[in-house]
């Protein structure tokens, strides 16, 4: 009875803790050549244009970047391209998808709906509806679902940053992330009004900010942090399309709430993908750092958490309590028992011994 009960308890404390699309032939790509890191070089299996949903009449796309090891409940990261949220393609992202996925980790280059004729939250969606997917087929992919950190460049490191805090609750679960890093990434599109790349943003969200600002809010990743977000690396050029003073927004806002940031400022006008060489060790290491170490996966509300952990704890107590009395009680039953059959044995021997 006590065994089964602190099996039952182990089972309620690791709860507390707590099919693929479409594809072309894949492709094997071999280790081209050494990592910028310490990591060992993996080869890994590249599938084109596997389908992660469907929305406004047209396909999601992403490219999944696999490695060729065995090991089993991989970290993974998405990936996300620029392009002032009206361009691009996940074919831009292709050397940072092979760099992360000779580490061993699963690589999802994702597509999304470009902002004409869609318009925010189109893009949004799309990211996190990638997200969700990722974890729903997590299995097929051996990656731990717990495990997913975005990265992004420009309109992409806008769209990584806004996985990292929309929303509320554990950054390990929904279309959330662990972890994300930004290059060159908007943070706060509101006081780019005016700016040179005001222009992008007004087209994304179909109206000027003096018309509809909670909407120029709604879509700020700075307007939507709050203590349960994922830690955020924020590279940016001193100098650059998108002013750094963004970027030193965002990690003062971060740093308030009590959320993990990091601030890599760039000399010179370098933007989005072009900051790869000064920055790409530093944004794997920060990627490393919170995706590979268990502990960092924090509990928005450890308050809450403990009084659940009390009241589980005084619920299996009473239940042991409760059964070794039951197991009392039935022993002094059995004891009673045998003693009432030995009496009228031991009256009859005392019987004959005195005869």
């Known amino acids: 009875m006590v065994r089964r009960t602190l099996l039952?308890?182990?089972?309620?404390?690791?709860?507390?803790?707590?099919?693929?699309?479409?594809?072309?032939?894949?492709?094997?790509?071999?280790?081209?050549?050494?990592?910028?890191?310490?990591?060992?070089?993996?080869?890994?299996?590249?599938?084109?244009?596997?389908?992660?949903?469907?929305?406004?009449?047209?396909?999601?796309?992403?490219?999944?970047?696999?490695?060729?090891d065995t090991n089993a409940e991989r970290v993974s990261v998405i990936l996300i391209h620029g392009g002032a949220w009206r361009f691009g393609d996940k074919d831009g992202v292709v050397r940072e998808a092979t760099l992360v996925a000779q580490r061993g980790w699963v690589v999802f280059a994702v597509n999304y709906r470009l902002a004409e004729p869609e318009a925010f939250p189109a893009e949004i969606d799309d990211v996190q509806t990638a997200v969700?997917?990722?974890?729903?087929?997590?299995?097929?992919?051996?990656?731990?679902?717990?495990?997913?950190?975005?990265?992004?460049?420009?309109?992409?490191?806008h769209l990584a940053a806004m996985l990292a805090t929309l929303g509320e609750g554990p950054p390990d679960r929904g279309g959330r992330v662990l972890v994300a890093a930004s290059w060159s990434g908007p943070m706060d599109l509101g006081a780019m009004a005016g700016g040179g790349a005001a222009i992008f943003s007004a087209l994304l969200l179909s109206c000027p900010p003096a018309e509809c600002p909670q909407r120029w809010a709604d879509a700020s990743p700075i307007s939507q942090v709050d203590p349960s977000d994922a830690p955020v690396l924020l590279a940016n050029s001193d100098a650059e399309l998108v002013p750094v003073e963004q970027a030193e927004a965002m990690a003062a806002r971060l740093k308030t709430a009590g959320v993990g940031n990091r601030l890599v400022v760039v000399p010179g006008n370098r933007h989005g993908d072009d900051l790869h060489d000064q920055v790409w060790d530093e944004t794997v290491a920060f990627l490393d750092d919170h995706l590979t170490r268990p502990t960092d996966l924090r509990d928005p509300n450890p308050k809450a958490t403990g009084v659940l952990l009390?009241?589980?704890?005084v619920i299996v107590a009473g239940g042991v309590i409760g059964g070794l009395r039951v197991r009392r009680r039935l022993n002094a039953d059995q004891g009673a028992g045998l003693a009432e059959a030995a009496g009228p044995c031991s009256a009859a021997v005392s019987e004959k011994a005195s005869g």
């Open 8 to 68: 039952l308890l182990g089972a309620a404390l690791l709860a507390l803790g707590a099919g693929t699309g479409q594809t072309v032939p894949a492709q094997t790509v071999p280790a081209p050549g050494p990592s910028t890191t310490d990591a060992p070089v993996v080869p890994f299996t590249v599938t084109h244009d596997v389908k992660y949903g469907t929305a406004g009449g047209q396909d999601l796309l992403l490219d999944t970047y696999v490695p060729d």
């Open 132 to 157: 969700k997917w990722a974890r729903t087929n997590a299995y097929d992919y051996r990656l731990d679902p717990g495990r997913m950190g975005a990265l992004g460049f420009s309109a992409g490191g």
């Open 310 to 313: 009390v009241v589980i704890l």
